[in-house]
């Protein structure tokens, strides 16, 4: 599977930004997609699933009523509607692909395709 994230970019805070994630390859195969960011001197952290079985959504506590998760199963794509942003949203947005669900959904170890990533820039 390879994975192509797109649409960051710089935005004022309370603004919004839509990420988009296009998967290419054996995509039948996802059990689900994530989308994680890790900000300067921070660990990777989980944000958002797409679960593939049921088409249930997962949310880490600091995005939940703010980001939201979709799926273009037609255009092999996964978004992140991102609104209401806050400076402390600044980070490396990066989109992967899970096969299983041996961690739980928001750990990284559940996920074995990656895609570069894409910068969002949260300003005060």
């Known amino acids: 599977v390879q994975l192509q994230a797109s649409g960051g970019g710089l935005v004022q805070a309370g603004g919004s930004l839509r990420l988009s994630c296009a998967a290419s390859?054996?995509?039948?195969?996802?059990?689900?997609m994530g989308w994680f960011r890790q900000s300067p001197g921070k660990e990777r952290e989980f944000v958002a699933a797409s679960i593939w079985s049921g088409g249930s959504t997962l949310y880490s506590d600091s995005v939940k009523g703010r980001f939201t998760i979709s799926r273009d199963n037609a255009k092999n794509t996964v978004y992140l509607q991102m609104n209401s942003l806050k400076p402390e949203d600044t980070a490396v947005y990066y989109c992967a692909a899970a096969g299983g669900v041996l961690f739980g959904y928001s750990s990284q170890r559940t996920y074995d395709h990656w895609g570069p990533g894409t910068q969002v820039t949260v300003s005060s």
């Open positions: 390859g054996r995509t039948f195969s996802r059990s689900a």
